[in-house]
């Protein structure tokens, strides 16, 4: 249901070689592939499958919304967007600016119980910025 052991890379300068000649619209693009295929590869689903997708959301949120930090991001992401409902922020943390950092974060949470102080600092950041 949840890839933990999944790398992002998406964000990082190693999806890149220093010989790559390519145009900054060239690079976005391909950042934009990049992220899409590994938001399924986290999710552990082939294709988008809006159903597919929400239903995972869904299980995943059950597992892990008894974490405060990730709740208070959850629901900070859901009001931005005039919501109240915490499962919406949390479709909302996989959006492209914060899902290499709120994947760390689960992933922790979801392997020891709990959340380093750095990574949640680097999700924090991001979203309360």
Do not use: P, W
């Not at 052991?5 to 145009?23: H, K």
């Not at 949120?61 to 922020?89: H, P, Q, T, W």
């Not at 492209?96 to 949470?109: G, K, L, P, W």
């Amino acid at each position: 249901m949840y890839n933990t052991q999944f790398i992002c890379t998406y964000n990082t300068s190693d999806i890149f070689l220093e010989t790559d000649n390519i145009s900054s619209e060239d690079e976005e693009f391909i950042r934009d592939a990049v992220y899409r295929q590994e938001l399924l590869n986290i999710l552990q689903i082939d294709d988008y499958n809006d159903t597919k997708m929400n239903t995972i959301i869904n299980k995943l949120y059950k597992k892990i919304k008894n974490s405060i930090e990730l709740k208070e991001c959850m629901v900070k992401l859901a009001r931005d967007f005039m919501r109240i409902d915490e499962e919406f922020g949390l479709t909302i943390m996989f959006s492209y600016d914060y899902m290499y950092a709120t994947h760390i974060c689960i992933s922790e949470f979801l392997e020891t119980g709990k959340i380093s102080e750095i990574n949640m600092k680097t999700l924090k950041s991001l979203i309360f910025n």
